[in-house]
């Protein structure tokens, strides 16, 4: 085994490598990057090494420079993580040269596997299903269309170098192929470096089922069961889990046998994931094979026991396999979900900035937490926005179900704006408790999964109630420092001379003004709400559990006053709001707004589909923004003439910069 273990990733990954390498005694080097100074994983690691500027092609791309910190530790062997260089062939052949282990397959294996059209040639020659299609070299877009014609529609296509749903269309008519190839090759260029695509049929309604695989140096394989990751948004996935609530025993046998034929292929050592899209018919057909690490990869440690990252390195270091096939176990069930920095309500826009509260649920035998941060670290724009994984564990789906419903309800994330509630409409919904959703669902029904339109009044009630009586006992806790604690003056009841007064809260919800009116004390309240008037009774804030007797019914509630937000969950769904005391209301919006076309993030201009003068009609494109490897489609607010655009492609942009304006 190694002394000394280079971890070539940051965040996540590299704390998770670097705790299975500290159990097994080996010293570890991490590799930061100017923005990563501070990052947990560079305070985790034994040592750790700056290796260039905030920008991954500055620092965690270079290569080079990332073996010269190895040779210049003492490191034997090189972890890539996943994404970065984790599935670069040049890197591991030049890993290897250096005389270091790359803990992953060979170059030569990654050559085979990094073109997504020769894998599937090389798949379907060692007999594993594939999906029909066009995988040639001759990438002229007369001939694609052709060949989009000849396979049928609806049709994908793909990038043939990448992954991470990067660089993937689906196209229903022929008339749409010209428009979506041109997208597909250029969002391909900028995230691979490479343009080919290749084409195949679109399966309607398919999962994504991944088998996990492992192979070492002595000429073994085997596999280690499935992962379904069928609940995905614009093919990114969302949720995880094992095993699969489609696959029969008899289907997911042929599936483990044929992901490990193709391994075999391949002569594939250490851990790979063999990707397959299957048909609601049950016939499966391979996509491609993922030769690193995978997100993932938790669900499949709960349910069989395993350290995949020991696995990874004690084949590395030309250990044989640990078990054999028929010794592998599975038991009960797990679940994945990725907590994002980002804002599902607009467009799931990556965020960033300082986690002002990162609270998790801590861990157990049912609960897992995989992070990368702490409360007080950054989420930068410069990376991929995860904040945690949260995997749980239990003995069979709708307990593991039960369980994830638990721990989303106890995490809480201020700063950034995250993803959690829609995780928890996410594990509530039919489609996952039954186990059929498919890829396209999400896209297909994504406003069932968004904040709904009106805010449960049950909730804000008890916002409301939470912050009434946390007015009280503060107002107590102040009275009894005083000279007088039994002044009435002293209590914050809106008691007046010859009438009962009332006290006016104001909130921001999702940066709108909502004012509210309540009358009473101790518990008992009258708020007015849109005119009507609540009864609260019986109400009790004991910590941050809130009981309270509304409309009659008593409720429970988990109640959380942190600064000027207050947060209220009742088991099934969550309510944050903003304590706005100084809210002055102001008639009108910002009519201004309408002529402007800002960038909504950070980014580079890769398109500029109009010029000043043209007219434009509302939703029309306007500009393509790419920004987190991804293309964002700058659409106009209204109909109008274009007076002015003030960017160019390939200019960089800050957020909120105004890229055009419509006349008025």
Same mark, same amino acid.
């Given at each position: 085994?190694?002394?000394?273990?280079?971890?070539?990733?940051?965040?996540?990954?590299?704390?998770?490598?670097?705790?299975?390498?500290?159990?097994?005694?080996?010293?570890?080097?991490?590799? =930061?990057?100017?923005?990563?100074?501070?990052?947990?994983?560079?305070?985790?690691?034994?040592?750790?090494?700056?290796?260039?500027?905030?920008?991954?092609?500055?620092?965690?791309?270079?290569?080079?420079?990332?073996?010269?910190?190895?040779?210049?530790?003492?490191?034997?062997?090189?972890?890539?993580?996943?994404?970065?260089?984790?599935?670069?062939?040049? =890197?591991?052949?030049?890993?290897? $040269?250096?005389?270091?282990?790359?803990?992953?397959?060979?170059?030569?294996?990654?050559?085979?596997?990094?073109?997504?059209?020769?894998?599937?040639?090389?798949?379907?020659?060692?007999?594993?299903?594939?999906?029909?299609?066009?995988?040639?070299?001759?990438?002229?877009?007369?001939?694609?269309?052709?060949?989009?014609?000849?396979?049928?529609?609806?049709?994908?296509?793909?990038?043939?170098?990448?992954?991470?749903?990067?660089?993937?269309?689906?196209?229903?008519?022929?008339?749409?192929?010209? @428009?979506?190839?041109?997208?597909?090759?250029?969002?391909?260029?900028?995230?691979?470096?490479?343009?080919?695509?290749?084409?195949?049929?679109?399966? *309607?309604?398919?999962?994504?089922?991944?088998?996990?695989?492992?192979?070492?140096?002595?000429?073994?394989?085997?596999?280690?069961?499935?992962?379904?990751?069928?609940?995905?948004?614009?093919?990114?996935?969302?949720?995880? *889990?094992?095993?699969?609530?489609?696959?029969?025993?008899?289907?997911?046998?042929?599936?483990?046998?044929?992901?490990?034929?193709?391994?075999?292929?391949?002569?594939? @050592?250490?851990?790979?994931?063999?990707?397959?899209?299957?048909?609601?018919?049950?016939?499966?057909?391979?996509?491609?094979?993922?030769?690193?690490?995978?997100?993932?990869?938790?669900?499949?440690?709960?349910?069989?026991?395993?350290?995949?990252? *020991?696995?990874?390195?004690?084949?590395?270091?030309?250990?044989?396999?640990?078990?054999?096939?028929?010794?592998?176990?599975?038991?009960?069930?797990?679940?994945?979900?990725?907590?994002?920095?980002?804002?599902?309500?607009?467009?799931?826009?990556?965020?960033?900035?300082?986690?002002?509260?990162?609270?998790?649920?801590?861990?157990?035998? +049912?609960?897992?937490?995989?992070?990368?941060?702490?409360?007080?670290?950054?989420?930068?724009?410069?990376?991929?926005?995860?904040?945690?994984?949260?995997?749980?564990?239990?003995?069979?789906?709708?307990?593991?179900?039960?369980?994830?419903?638990? /721990?989303?309800?106890?995490?809480?994330? /201020?700063?950034?704006?995250?993803?959690?509630?829609?995780?928890?409409?996410?594990?509530?919904?039919?489609?996952?408790?039954?186990?059929?959703?498919?890829?396209?669902?999400?896209?297909?029904?994504?406003?069932?999964?968004?904040?709904? /339109?009106?805010?449960?009044?049950?909730?804000?009630?008890?916002?409301?109630?939470?912050?009434?009586?946390?007015?009280?006992?503060?107002?107590?806790?102040?009275?009894?420092?005083?000279?007088?604690?039994?002044?009435?003056?002293?209590?914050?009841?809106?008691?007046?001379?010859?009438? @009962?007064?009332?006290?006016?809260?104001?909130?921001?919800?999702?940066?709108?003004?909502?004012?509210?009116?309540?009358?009473?004390?101790?518990?008992?309240?009258?708020?007015?709400?849109?005119?009507?008037?609540?009864?609260?009774?019986? $109400?009790?804030?004991?910590?941050?559990?809130?009981? /309270?007797?509304?409309?009659?019914?008593?409720?429970?509630?988990?109640?959380?006053?942190?600064?000027?937000?207050?947060?209220? +969950?009742?088991?099934?769904?969550?309510?944050?709001?903003?304590?706005?005391? @100084?809210?002055?209301?102001?008639?009108?919006?910002?009519?201004?707004?309408?002529?402007?076309?800002?960038?909504?993030?950070?980014?580079?201009?890769?398109?500029?589909?109009?010029?000043?003068?043209?007219?434009?009609?509302?939703?029309?494109?306007?500009?393509?923004?790419?920004?987190?490897?991804?293309?964002?489609?700058?659409?106009?607010?209204?109909?109008?003439?274009?007076?002015?655009?003030?960017?160019?492609?390939?200019?960089?942009?800050?957020?909120?910069?105004?890229?055009?304006?419509?006349?008025?």
């Amino acid at each position: 085994m190694f002394d000394t273990l280079l971890i070539a990733n940051r965040g996540e990954i590299a704390c998770r490598v670097i705790r299975t390498a500290r159990k097994l005694g080996i010293r570890t080097v991490a590799v =930061f990057s100017e923005a990563d100074a501070d990052a947990q994983h560079v305070r985790l690691a034994d040592e750790a090494h700056c290796i260039g500027g905030p920008r991954p092609q500055d620092s965690y791309l270079r290569g080079d420079t990332i073996l010269e910190v190895a040779k210049k530790t003492g490191a034997q062997a090189i972890h890539p993580g996943y994404g970065f260089l984790s599935e670069n062939a040049d =890197f591991a052949d030049a890993v290897q $040269a250096a005389g270091l282990v790359f803990v992953g397959p060979s170059g030569t294996s990654m050559r085979k596997m990094g073109s997504k059209a020769g894998a599937k040639d090389l798949m379907a020659a060692a007999g594993v299903p594939v999906v029909p299609g066009y995988t040639g070299e001759d990438q002229s877009p007369d001939l694609l269309q052709r060949e989009a014609d000849r396979i049928g529609y609806p049709l994908m296509i793909k990038a043939a170098h990448g992954g991470g749903g990067k660089g993937m269309r689906i196209v229903r008519a022929p008339g749409e192929f010209a @428009a979506h190839l041109e997208s597909c090759q250029r969002e391909a260029k900028n995230a691979f470096g490479k343009d080919r695509v290749l084409l195949e049929r679109y399966i *309607e309604h398919p999962r994504h089922i991944e088998i996990q695989v492992f192979g070492d140096h002595h000429g073994d394989a085997i596999h280690l069961g499935e992962r379904e990751c069928s609940a995905q948004r614009r093919y990114q996935k969302v949720l995880e *889990e094992s095993p699969s609530p489609f696959l029969t025993p008899e289907l997911r046998a042929r599936m483990g046998a044929a992901a490990v034929l193709a391994a075999r292929a391949i002569d594939y @050592a250490n851990a790979g994931t063999v990707e397959f899209i299957v048909a609601p018919s049950g016939e499966f057909f391979f996509m491609e094979i993922n030769t690193r690490l995978q997100v993932e990869h938790p669900v499949t440690e709960e349910v069989t026991g395993l350290d995949l990252v *020991e696995w990874q390195l004690r084949i590395a270091a030309g250990e044989p396999l640990p078990l054999a096939q028929d010794a592998v176990v599975q038991r009960g069930h797990a679940i994945e979900v990725r907590l994002y920095a980002e804002d599902p309500d607009a467009g799931f826009l990556p965020g960033s900035g300082t986690l002002k509260a990162l609270r998790l649920p801590p861990p157990s035998r +049912h609960v897992r937490v995989d992070a990368g941060v702490v409360e007080g670290d950054t989420v930068t724009i410069f990376y991929d926005p995860m904040i945690a994984k949260l995997i749980v564990w239990d003995s069979d789906r709708p307990r593991a179900l039960a369980r994830l419903r638990e /721990a989303l309800a106890q995490a809480r994330i /201020a700063g950034p704006k995250s993803n959690i509630a829609f995780l928890e409409r996410l594990v509530r919904h039919p489609a996952v408790v039954e186990g059929r959703i498919d890829t396209g669902y999400l896209d297909r029904h994504l406003d069932e999964f968004l904040a709904p /339109a009106t805010v449960d009044r049950g909730l804000l009630l008890a916002a409301t109630t939470a912050c009434l009586l946390q007015q009280e006992a503060a107002a107590r806790e102040a009275a009894a420092r005083g000279s007088d604690p039994t002044s009435p003056w002293a209590d914050p009841d809106g008691w007046r001379l010859g009438h @009962a007064g009332g006290r006016r809260l104001a909130f921001l919800l999702g940066g709108q003004p909502l004012t509210l009116l309540a009358h009473g004390h101790d518990g008992g309240y009258r708020i007015a709400l849109d005119g009507d008037c609540h009864a609260v009774a019986g $109400a009790r804030l004991e910590g941050t559990a809130l009981s /309270a007797r509304i409309g009659g019914v008593m409720r429970r509630f988990h109640a959380l006053r942190d600064g000027d937000e207050v947060l209220i +969950h009742d088991g099934h769904q969550r309510l944050l709001l903003q304590v706005d005391a @100084a809210y002055r209301s102001q008639a009108g919006g910002d009519s201004a707004a309408e002529h402007r076309i800002r960038a909504p993030m950070p980014g580079r201009v890769v398109l500029v589909q109009a010029s000043a003068g043209a007219e434009v009609r509302a939703g029309e494109v306007v500009l393509v923004l790419e920004a987190m490897k991804m293309e964002l489609a700058l659409k106009a607010p209204r109909d109008g003439i274009l007076a002015e655009v003030r960017t160019q492609a390939g200019d960089f942009v800050e957020a909120d910069a105004i890229l055009a304006l419509l006349e008025a």
